[in-house]
């Protein structure tokens, strides 16, 4: 796989339903990007989570995972920061696992922070329903 332009990282936690629905999700909204992308589940699952995750990754070179030890869940916090240090992106996304974030938002996203890129070297992304900048929304 050739560098990604942008990481998403999922958080997980016994979400083994919604793992097939967000990766589609996202494989059908990132299509332009022709696999410039990379997806980073941080799992504290302990039902078959990790099972349906692996299934994915095991045949889509762009899908990653950490399943963490019970003495390493310590939050959702440090799920995002575990996968921070994996992601090879220049952009990362936080998105829930639970399709609270639609993932056809992402490619917004993404195109922003193309255009802000000559105005600032420093980004913050809040994954709502809505991305807000000062004086304008998405």
Not at 30 to 39: A, D, N, P, S
Not at 75 to 104: R, W
């Amino acid at each position: 796989m050739r560098h990604p332009l942008f990481t998403i990282i999922l958080p997980t936690l016994n979400e083994k339903d919604n793992i097939a629905p967000i990766i589609e999700g996202l494989e059908l909204s990132l299509k332009e990007y022709q696999g410039r992308y990379e997806i980073i589940f941080a799992d504290d699952s302990t039902d078959d989570t990790p099972v349906e995750i692996w299934r994915f990754s095991s045949i889509n070179e762009h899908i990653s995972y950490i399943h963490r030890s019970p003495d390493e869940r310590t939050g959702l916090g440090t799920a995002f920061v575990n996968a921070f240090k994996f992601a090879k992106g220049k952009y990362i996304v936080c998105m829930d696992s639970d399709l609270q974030h639609p993932p056809e938002k992402v490619p917004e996203f993404i195109k922003v922070l193309g255009k802000r890129e000559r105005y600032c070297d420093c980004y913050t992304i809040l994954c709502r329903r809505r991305c807000f900048w000062p004086g304008q929304s998405i």
